[in-house]
């Protein structure tokens, strides 16, 4: 790619502010310029001295539609105040070959996965930045355009109506593209049927920990649930809801961390892991056994067993007598279950 200084435009060049009388001008001087192709064309369509650049109204004479993918939505989106060639790169010869079959021109989906977002690290440094420490970046998993669609309103690749955080399109068709189970989850739970929360309420996708507070000492449930409206605003409260045999333990055993009990992984030491719960409700001890008996795998531990193990035998030390792989008569675990959960 060239430098970011030689693709400055000059003052009221903005491309898409005279996209549409450009247009039309190109319209009309196609043939022409088509005629001219062979030669000269570079001298009219040089900027700074830089050959082989042609501006986006050349680019939307044949990017509207009807012989090439339609763009024009480009003039809402958030780079509407930069050239196509910006960062496709100069775009003369692809004109000069008619386009054809998208030949000569940077494609930046093309470029291998480490190198897919240096393009935006041009302007986006920090994003970028924050980002190459995300499991997205260090497992391959999602690279900026597969998130966004830096020529479309809203700048995501799913259409978004709205801030992104009061938006579940995001939810459902982008992160549910690739995290099926958790968002099959999560569209049952209250926060996404009543709207209050979305993926992006507690993952940031520019953060290392992709958490946008830390979940481990409840921050991440508290900075919603810790206010006087929703009740967890004290450590009595909590608590209260936790029950007295779970006091807040700031040393970290999770027994009154809101995730242990409302986001249990869903899965055992021998069965693969299927991720953490999503629908936030507690998994009753009862209920383990049902799907157990009915043949679901991997079996879904309880809210009481866990991931941490707090309830399940086979753990050494653990206190109430429950094997979520072999499960026994749990009826006092289950009414233990019972006498929680009380809201403050
Ligand atoms: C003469 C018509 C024409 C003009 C002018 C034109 N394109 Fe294209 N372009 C095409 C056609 C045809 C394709 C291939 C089919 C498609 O993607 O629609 C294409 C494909 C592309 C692709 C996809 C490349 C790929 O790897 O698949 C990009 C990116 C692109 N054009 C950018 C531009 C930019 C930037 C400009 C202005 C500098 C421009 N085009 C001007 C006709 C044109
Ligand atoms: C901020 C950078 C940026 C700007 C400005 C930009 N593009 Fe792109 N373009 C991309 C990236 C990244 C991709 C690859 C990912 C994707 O398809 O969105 C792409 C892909 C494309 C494609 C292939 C899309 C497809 O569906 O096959 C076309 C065609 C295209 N751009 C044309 C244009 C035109 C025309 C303009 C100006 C009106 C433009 N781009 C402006 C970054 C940009
Ligand atoms: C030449 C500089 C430049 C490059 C390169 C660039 N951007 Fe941007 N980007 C901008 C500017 C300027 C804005 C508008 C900022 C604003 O409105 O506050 C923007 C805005 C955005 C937004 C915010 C959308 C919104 O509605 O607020 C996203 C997302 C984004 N860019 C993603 C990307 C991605 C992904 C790439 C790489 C494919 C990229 N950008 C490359 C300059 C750039
Ligand atoms: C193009 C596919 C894709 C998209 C889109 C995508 N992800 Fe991911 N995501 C992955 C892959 C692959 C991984 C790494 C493997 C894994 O843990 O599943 C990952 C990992 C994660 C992780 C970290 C898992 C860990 O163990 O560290 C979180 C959290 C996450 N994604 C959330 C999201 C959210 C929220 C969205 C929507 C804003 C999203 N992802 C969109 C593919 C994607
Ligand atoms: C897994 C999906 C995903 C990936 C990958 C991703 N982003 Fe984002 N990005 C988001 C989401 C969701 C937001 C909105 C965050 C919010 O508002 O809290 C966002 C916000 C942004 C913003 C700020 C937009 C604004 O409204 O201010 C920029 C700029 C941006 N991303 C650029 C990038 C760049 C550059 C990359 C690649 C290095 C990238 N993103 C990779 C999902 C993603
Ligand atoms: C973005 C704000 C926000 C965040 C972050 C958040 N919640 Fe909520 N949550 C709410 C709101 C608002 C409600 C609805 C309360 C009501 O209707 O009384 C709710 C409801 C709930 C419910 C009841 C839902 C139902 O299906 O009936 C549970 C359980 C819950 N949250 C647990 C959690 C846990 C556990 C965390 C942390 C992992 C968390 N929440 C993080 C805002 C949030
Ligand atoms: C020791 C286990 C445990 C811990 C720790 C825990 N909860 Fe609960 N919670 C329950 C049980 C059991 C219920 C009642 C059954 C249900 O709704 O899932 C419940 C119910 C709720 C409800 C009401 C759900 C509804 O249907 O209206 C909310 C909201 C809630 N918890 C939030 C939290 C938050 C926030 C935290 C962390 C501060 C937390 N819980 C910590 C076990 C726990
Ligand atoms: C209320 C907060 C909250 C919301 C909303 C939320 N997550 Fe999570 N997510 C978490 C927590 C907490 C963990 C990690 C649990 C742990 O490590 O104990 C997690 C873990 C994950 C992981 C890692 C694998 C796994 O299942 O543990 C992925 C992927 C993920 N979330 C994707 C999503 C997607 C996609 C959405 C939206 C459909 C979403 N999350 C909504 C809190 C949330």
């Given at each position: ?230 009740g967890f605003n004290s450590q009595a409260n909590i608590d209260f809801h936790t029950g007295d045999f779970h006091p807040v333990d700031p040393a970290g055993s999770g027994a009154s961390r809101c995730i242990t009990c409302h986001m249990p992984a ?79």
């Open positions: 790619m060239v430098s970011l200084f030689c693709r400055k435009r000059g003052k009221g060049g903005s491309a898409h502010s005279r996209a549409g009388t450009r247009i039309w001008v190109f319209i009309v001087m196609a043939p022409v310029l088509m005629l001219l192709a062979g030669g000269g064309v570079d001298g009219c369509f040089s900027r700074n001295g830089q050959v082989g650049y042609v501006g986006t109204s050349t680019c939307m004479g044949c990017h509207d539609g009807r012989s090439a993918t339609d763009m024009r939505h480009f003039v809402e989106g958030p780079h509407n105040r930069i050239s196509c060639e910006t960062c496709h790169g100069p775009g003369y010869q692809h004109v000069r070959a008619g386009g054809r079959g998208g030949i000569l021109i940077d494609n930046p989906a093309k470029l291998p996965f480490a190198q897919s977002a240096n393009l935006c690290s041009q302007c986006h440094g920090s994003y970028v930045e924050n980002y190459r420490k995300t499991t997205h970046a260090t497992a391959e998993g999602a690279s900026c355009h597969d998130c966004h669609d830096t020529h479309r309103k809203g700048g995501f690749r799913v259409e978004t109506s709205g801030p992104p955080h009061a938006d579940m399109n995001i939810a459902k068709n982008l992160c549910g593209q690739c995290h099926a189970s958790q968002t099959e989850q999560f569209l049952t739970s209250g926060h996404a049927q009543i709207g209050v929360a979305t993926c992006i309420s507690c993952h940031d996708m520019h953060q290392e920990t992709m958490f946008t507070a830390n979940p481990v000492d409840n921050s991440l449930c508290l900075q919603c649930h810790g206010s006087s409206f929703l869903l899965a055992q030491a021998d069965q693969p892991f299927a991720g953490f719960d999503h629908s936030m409700m507690t998994i009753p001890p009862a209920l383990t056994n049902e799907l157990m008996a009915s043949g679901v795998i991997p079996v879904p531990p309880n809210s009481c067993a866990g991931i941490a193990g707090c309830h399940d035998s086979n753990v050494p030390g653990s206190g109430l007598p429950f094997d979520v792989n072999n499960p026994v008569d749990n009826s006092f675990l289950q009414e233990v279950y019972e006498a929680i959960g009380e809201l403050p």
